[in-house]
């Protein structure tokens, strides 16, 4: 049975950027009340920080939900898209925009995906408000223990806001009056949470976060140093300056040589490669030795969601498997070409991240109600299939998450947990980083490489950015690596770019309009009208 080390009783809070909390809500405890020893102050604040992670409505959560920050770091890249199937999938052409990059700052989902992120950023800074308010519950130690896990998770949230955003609003505590609410430039978000982070990194527990027990789920040292390497591997996307310098252990390093420091920390705490690719994703993944950091799942206990299987699923897979399905996303011509589909040389990670061809379920061939047998047909597959005779059926689906033949709501609610991050890219993030930095990066690229049972490459950065589309497909992070590689304004499969995205504006998203409405301290984003 699962453990989540904080399952509790959440304060009622809302906190919004133009928001202040209610310090008297209706029918709910008195706040202090709920703090009387130094567990119920943990659980009742930091502990609730965790509710945020994962999500059971659009915009809410990291990953699992519709509309929010991993549609906005997927379907707008060259990996995936979620293409008109006649009546389905036109939603007023949200999905379509995302992929053509025509997106504005009057989306709803957008502003809903804001202010899902600073509401979580509130809760952290109220979270820290009410540790120093109680500080007498506590030891030293448990006193910079708690902060510590707090600034990690505002950490965690604030490296979306700015990666998505850029120049936005540092609120480090709460209760800010809307006129003292000023807009930071993107390299001062980054230098502030690269601080935030080092100052959090001695007082976090070095558990496996992933592992069941008290720190299940939990934002632990491997966490923090992943986060880290991963801002310090954009460092010239973020900081713009490849001067900086950054101590790590004592000692001064450049922005790529602090990258690999953070990495090793990782390897040092004993994370490693799992043997078999497809374990990272099993119904029962939380032993894995590869996973850092992921959402806790469990169908009975938790109102987290995981949607992706349920979206691509054509409604017969979904009725062969005792559950519905909504016919949707699937992968793009590009990234079939990445994989080498429909050649001897095929990765043979293929088969584990997609469903393809003639669908077989226990062994069995699907049919369709025409008595058809199901097939999917990835090479068909393109932006508006209304009126194609594949419009059902064009493109490889998701799979990579081992079903949940349990699973409750129709496969949206899981035991899986969903991987955030994981030790594979900490070795593709080290190859990186050494390659960028005039040195060989094959023996880290290639151990991934060679789990999948691939042959190995030379490290180039062509051969490093395929490589994480074949390793990372559907985990989130593709619009990241393409802004990195200089490739998410240009054109790529079906997609050309916009007019004026040669100056590359749509690398950012649009603030949205509600936002500026509300605070007039803010500008929007260049290239946006």
């Known amino acids: 049975m699962k453990y989540f080390g904080r399952f509790f009783t959440a304060i009622a809070l809302s906190l919004l950027l133009n928001a202040c909390l209610?310090?008297?809500?209706?029918?709910?405890?008195?706040?202090?009340?709920?703090?009387?020893?130094?567990?119920?102050?943990?659980?009742?604040?930091?502990?609730?920080?965790?509710?945020?992670?994962g999500g059971h409505a659009d915009s809410q959560g990291l990953q699992g939900t519709y509309r929010g920050v991993y549609d906005y770091n997927t379907f707008t890249t060259d990996e995936a898209m979620l293409p008109i199937r006649g009546g389905d999938w036109y939603d007023g052409g949200y999905w379509?925009?995302?992929?053509?990059?025509?997106?504005?700052?009057?989306?709803?989902?957008?502003?809903?995906?804001?202010?899902?992120?600073?509401?979580?950023?509130?809760?952290?800074?109220?979270?820290?408000?009410?540790?120093?308010?109680?500080?007498?519950?506590?030891?030293?130690?448990?006193?910079?223990?708690?902060?510590?896990?707090?600034?990690?998770?505002?950490?965690?949230?604030?490296?979306?806001?700015?990666?998505?955003?850029?120049?936005?609003?540092?609120?480090?505590?709460?209760?800010?009056?809307?006129?003292?609410?000023?807009?930071?430039t993107r390299k001062d978000?980054?230098?502030?949470?690269?601080?935030?982070?080092?100052?959090?990194?001695?007082?976090?527990?070095?558990?496996?976060?992933?592992?069941e027990g008290n720190?299940?789920?939990?934002?632990?040292?491997?966490?923090?140093?992943f986060l880290l390497a991963k801002i310090l591997l954009n460092h010239e996307v973020y900081l713009g300056d490849k001067t900086l310098k950054f101590t790590i252990d004592g000692h001064q390093l450049n922005a790529l040589q602090a990258c690999i420091a953070c990495c090793d920390k990782i390897t040092e705490a004993g994370y490693a490669l799992e043997s078999n690719y497809a374990a990272n994703f099993f119904v029962h993944n939380e032993n894995s030795k590869e996973n850092i950091f992921t959402i806790p799942m469990d169908k009975i206990r938790y109102e987290n969601k995981f949607l992706n299987l349920f979206r691509s699923r054509h409604y017969s897979h979904g009725g062969a498997i005792g559950m519905n399905a909504e016919n949707g996303s699937c992968a793009t011509l590009s990234t079939l070409s990445t994989y080498k589909y429909g050649t001897p040389q095929v990765d043979k990670r293929y088969a584990i991240n997609f469903f393809s061809d003639t669908l077989r379920v226990d062994g069995k061939v699907v049919y369709l109600s025409n008595g058809e047998p199901l097939v999917y047909h990835p090479l068909e597959v393109a932006l508006s299939l209304t009126g194609s005779k594949y419009e059902k059926t064009a493109g490889a689906r998701m799979a990579k998450y081992e079903i949940d033949r349990m699973a409750h709501d129709d496969g949206r609610l899981q035991d899986n947990d969903i991987v955030l991050f994981?030790?594979?890219?900490?070795?593709?993030?080290?190859?990186?980083?050494?390659?960028?930095?005039?040195?060989?990066?094959?023996?880290?690229m290639n151990l991934v490489r060679n789990r999948a049972g691939m042959a190995s490459l030379p490290a180039t950065l062509s051969n490093l950015l395929d490589e994480r589309l074949l390793e990372f497909m559907w985990e989130?992070?593709?619009?990241?690596?393409?802004?990195?590689?200089?490739?998410?304004?240009?054109?790529?499969?079906?997609?050309?770019?916009?007019?004026?995205?040669?100056?590359?504006?749509?690398?950012?998203?649009?603030?949205?309009?509600?936002?500026?409405?509300?605070?007039?301290?803010?500008?929007q984003n260049p290239g946006y009208k």
């Open 22 to 53: 209610d310090e008297h809500p209706k029918g709910l405890m008195e706040e202090d009340k709920a703090y009387t020893s130094a567990t119920t102050l943990y659980l009742n604040t930091v502990g609730n920080l965790y509710l945020q992670i």
């Open 96 to 184: 379509q925009n995302l992929y053509l990059h025509q997106w504005t700052e009057t989306d709803l989902p957008l502003l809903n995906t804001w202010n899902y992120l600073y509401k979580s950023v509130g809760l952290c800074n109220h979270a820290l408000k009410e540790i120093d308010r109680h500080k007498q519950l506590l030891t030293d130690l448990q006193y910079k223990e708690f902060t510590a896990e707090a600034r990690g998770l505002r950490a965690l949230f604030y490296f979306y806001i700015m990666d998505m955003w850029g120049n936005v609003p540092l609120m480090m505590q709460e209760n800010v009056s809307l006129k003292d609410v000023k807009q930071s």
């Open 189 to 211: 978000v980054t230098t502030t949470l690269i601080a935030e982070l080092q100052a959090a990194i001695p007082y976090l527990s070095d558990a496996h976060s992933n592992h």
């Open 215 to 225: 720190y299940y789920g939990r934002f632990t040292r491997p966490v923090a140093y």
């Open 422 to 444: 994981r030790y594979a890219d900490v070795l593709l993030m080290k190859a990186e980083a050494q390659l960028r930095s005039g040195h060989d990066g094959s023996i880290a």
């Open 476 to 523: 989130g992070w593709r619009r990241n690596d393409l802004i990195r590689f200089g490739l998410f304004h240009k054109a790529y499969d079906v997609r050309r770019p916009i007019e004026g995205e040669n100056t590359r504006f749509t690398c950012l998203f649009p603030i949205p309009k509600g936002v500026l409405q509300r605070n007039t301290n803010l500008k």
